[in-house]
């Protein structure tokens, strides 16, 4: 098995352009999980999947964030226009019914915006 | 809303030494419980988890944490660190909200250093 698999690793930017994330889930899962980890914060949900629709996007900072699923094997995070206070390391998790609450995490991306 | 509470930021133990990680959590019920850790530039690895059953769980890398529910603790513990135990570790409570959705949520972390 793969593993959760996210890109890019590593993003630097400037202020104002636009960000994509990549996530490709466990093959067979049916929950996605962004996540977003700073020092300050912590490790805090932004929004979740389930069969490809959003769920609970309660965690989304703000209308610059948006979060799409187009099918099962992937799911982008998108931050436009992004911002210095955006930077930040972004994790993706997927886990399925029978695997119960546990879930999988992927390497992160680690996004810098200057 | 559950919580998660790590009350030590950094840990610093000799290699050999046991180590004890503290966590509490709030929440109405028995929650889902988890002890995730994190390498540096790493994802999160599960270590264990606890759903229901016996309170002592059992873990990877020898680790082994324990329910009391009494405490509204969830601390995980080794009897003898190694030198590649250093990282962070977080501890983290999942629940079910009263609309059906799921949530993880997780504790500050406490950053484990390890002296050779």
């Known amino acids: 098995d793969a593993g959760v698999i996210q890109s890019p690793r590593h993003e630097v930017t400037e202020m104002g352009q636009e960000v994509t994330l990549r996530c490709k889930p466990i093959s067979g899962h049916d929950y996605l999980f962004w996540y977003r980890q700073t020092m300050m914060r912590g490790l805090e949900l932004l929004i979740y999947f389930n069969n490809n629709v959003p769920i609970d996007d309660s965690g989304m900072p703000e209308d610059r964030f948006s979060a799409k699923m187009p099918n099962a094997s992937f799911s982008t995070l998108k931050i436009q226009p992004s911002e210095p206070r955006d930077s930040a390391v972004y994790f993706c998790?997927?886990?399925?019914?029978?695997?119960?609450?546990?879930?999988?995490f992927g390497p992160g991306t680690r996004l810098l915006v200057l | 809303a559950q919580s998660v509470t790590q009350p030590d930021i950094h840990i610093t133990v000799s290699e050999g030494a046991s180590l004890e990680l503290r966590c509490n959590y709030s929440?109405?019920?028995?929650?889902?419980l988890f002890w995730y850790v994190q390498s540096p530039g790493q994802g999160l690895q599960l270590l264990l988890k606890y759903f229901s059953g016996d309170t002592l769980v059992q873990g990877i890398k020898g680790f082994e944490a324990e329910f009391k529910r009494s405490q509204s603790s969830f601390n995980l513990r080794k009897p003898s660190v190694h030198w590649s135990d250093a990282a962070e570790y977080f501890c983290?409570?999942?629940?079910?909200?009263?609309?059906?959705?799921?949530?993880?949520?997780f504790g500050k972390g406490t950053k484990l250093s390890v002296i050779p």
């Open positions: 929440y109405g019920a028995t929650p889902y």
């Open positions: 998790a997927s886990t399925s019914r029978d695997r119960g609450e546990t879930q999988y």
């Open positions: 983290a409570v999942g629940a079910y909200s009263g609309a059906g959705s799921y949530q993880l949520t």
